[in-house]
């Protein structure tokens, strides 16, 4: 029989820099209410004179991520957004990596199936109801994708549930 995939497995991380060095940790998202993935394709179409019909090729595809959550105190993922939206932070100073894992798909090296890609951040809105703070806007795509292995990195092994950080590791293809 089918099992139903559950949507908690399919986890996002943000690289999150430490503030007195470069070193670069990949933080779990918390507080998010909504995290969607939209594929955005770009369509070739045309008609053929000699057919009654168009076809249509995709000719690339700029993934995004719609986005909102409930402002977190002390939440370093939160904060760092927040700070890039409430400070209509611009280009680079608004682009952070970002790791896809999908804890249903476990690889003999002990990790974790992984996409990894830079994705600017865009701020829509602020304050968007009457109980929580909350941020949303869009993850924009800003490189290619890099698929490899995700391993959770809590001090205790952890396990899939109670993971905080992951350290990613690209594919050697």
């Not at 998202?29 to 394709?41: H, M, Y």
């Not at 994705?119 to 829509?124: A, D, E, P, Q, W």
């Amino acid at each position: 029989m089918s099992k139903i995939v559950l949507r908690p497995k399919r986890r996002m991380f943000m690289g999150v820099k430490a503030e007195s060095s470069d070193t670069v940790t990949y933080t779990r998202l918390k507080g998010f209410t909504t995290l969607t993935e939209n594929k955005n394709p770009t369509e070739y179409t045309r008609k053929y004179v000699d057919e009654y019909f168009e076809e249509t090729d995709v000719t690339g595809i700029s993934v995004s991520f719609d986005f909102t959550f409930d402002m977190l105190d002390g939440d370093a993922v939160n904060t760092d957004i927040a700070g890039i939206i409430d400070g209509e932070k611009l280009g680079e100073d608004a682009v952070r990596s970002f790791v896809s894992v999908d804890f249903n798909k476990p690889v003999t090296s002990g990790g974790f199936e992984a996409v990894e890609r830079k994705m600017s951040i865009v701020g829509s809105t602020i304050g968007d109801g009457t109980d929580a703070l909350t941020y949303s806007g869009t993850l924009r795509v800003k490189t290619e994708k890099v698929i490899g292995v995700a391993v959770i990195a809590t001090p205790d092994g952890g396990n899939d549930e109670t993971v905080k950080t992951i350290t990613f590791t690209p594919s050697q293809d």
